[in-house]
């Protein structure tokens, strides 16, 4: 509120100024206590910010400290006012001086020098910036949120990681970092938490996410080696014959690929398909070779992680040959099924039906079989049915 310089206040006014603006400071005092002991406050202050959060803090500092100045000031003219207004007896001059307190612009924020240039002969040789008490306040209340919303938002990604750190971090403590998978695992969570502590306001929530994600897959699957691991360790000799028992699952699977893959070859036409070399001897030597010399259990982890490897890739090859041989005889029971159909329909004695089924036919017998030519024969010969039975309906 700006002063009226023609209202000198009464004492009643005088009196509810000074007792409103105590109410005021005191509640100011308390909220700026608590966010002395902000943990967003904490944190930057324990941990001084870089990058994205650095940019983001020094204005906020800045009117962090202002808002502290500006308390002070408010302070400063409060008590001024109260000095005053302990005056036994207020006169004119006493009520002028507490109205300039309270209303007018008392508080001097700076003084700056006039270059003789710009002075007048007779003129001030500064120039002073004052302000008043109403002001200020609003000045103060401009502040807060400016620091409230980055500390708040430092608080909110600190607490985000450290929730889903912490467990992650007691788990590697309890199983320790003789993996390389834990050791990795270890050296990025503490690459996180030196970011989130120096640099929170970097990481944005998207990408937070996924990367605590990341962590915490990484972090099921390296527990899930551990207990391989140690079950393997409590049972070497089961161990040994599980991995024994995927060899032949691996020979097995090299052996239906050859043979899925010489069908085609034989009798469709396709592209050159993948071979692989059967590996499963070697994988059985080294199991051999293992057994004798009794290892840690993460040498024969590693030999089954291997055959694994290979068995998906065996698995793979088989699955792309079978695939071929499974659609050239589902093309043929859809053959049979449309001859069927035309039979039914009485159209499948007429001259164009017949010589359409004979092309379907001989595409099917033919070696190399083409799938392709095949299913373009097929769909014409069901349309060729389906118009035929239409018209004579």
Avoid at 28 to 50: C, M, N, S, Y
Avoid at 211 to 229: G, N, Y
Avoid at 270 to 277: E, K, T
Avoid at 308 to 314: K, N, R, S, V
């Amino acid at each position: 509120m700006q002063p009226n310089p023609g209202h000198i206040l009464s004492v009643a006014e005088i009196d509810r100024d000074i007792a409103e603006r105590a109410r005021e400071i005191e509640i100011i005092a308390a909220t700026l206590v608590e966010l002395d002991k902000h943990p967003g406050l904490v944190l930057l202050r324990r941990f001084p910010p870089t990058g994205v959060t650095e940019q983001r803090w020094v204005p906020a500092r800045a009117a962090l400290e202002l808002l502290w100045e500006d308390f002070g000031r408010l302070g400063t003219v409060l008590d001024r006012a109260r000095s005053a207004r302990a005056r036994r007896r207020l006169d004119a001059l006493d009520r002028e001086e507490l109205t300039r307190l309270l209303r007018g612009q008392p508080i001097e924020l700076a003084r700056t020098a006039i270059p003789m240039s710009q002075r007048a002969l007779g003129g001030p040789r500064e120039q002073v910036q004052l302000i008043g008490i109403a002001e200020l306040l609003e000045r103060m209340h401009a502040a807060f949120p400016v620091v409230v919303r980055v500390l708040e938002a430092v608080e909110a990604v600190n607490d985000r990681v450290m929730a889903e750190v912490a467990p992650l971090r007691a788990e590697l403590d309890r199983v320790g970092s003789a993996m390389p998978q834990l050791r990795s695992l270890a050296v990025d969570l503490d690459e996180l938490s030196v970011q989130v502590a120096t640099d929170p306001l970097a990481l944005a929530p998207d990408a937070l996410d996924r990367r605590l994600t990341e962590l915490s897959r990484r972090m099921r699957e390296a527990a899930a080696v551990l207990a391989d691991l140690r079950a393997m360790s409590a049972d070497w000799d089961t161990a040994v014959e599980r991995v024994r028992t995927l060899i032949n699952v691996l020979r097995k699977t090299y052996e239906r690929a050859d043979h899925a893959r010489a069908e085609v070859e034989s009798i469709i036409l396709a592209a050159p398909l993948p071979r692989h070399a059967d590996d499963s001897s070697v994988y059985s030597a080294e199991l051999t070779a293992l057994d004798a010399e009794q290892p840690t259990p993460a040498a024969l982890w590693e030999l089954r992680q291997r055959i694994a490897a290979a068995l998906d890739t065996a698995t793979h090859n088989e699955q792309l040959a079978q695939g071929l041989l499974d659609r050239r005889l589902e093309l043929k029971g859809r053959f049979s099924s449309y001859r069927a159909k035309a039979a039914r329909l009485g159209v499948s004695e007429e001259q164009d039906v017949l010589a359409s089924s004979r092309i379907a036919a001989g595409l099917l017998a033919r070696r190399p079989c083409d799938l392709a030519a095949v299913t373009r024969a097929l769909t014409d010969y069901r349309q060729l049915i389906a118009q035929k039975s239409g018209r004579r309906s």
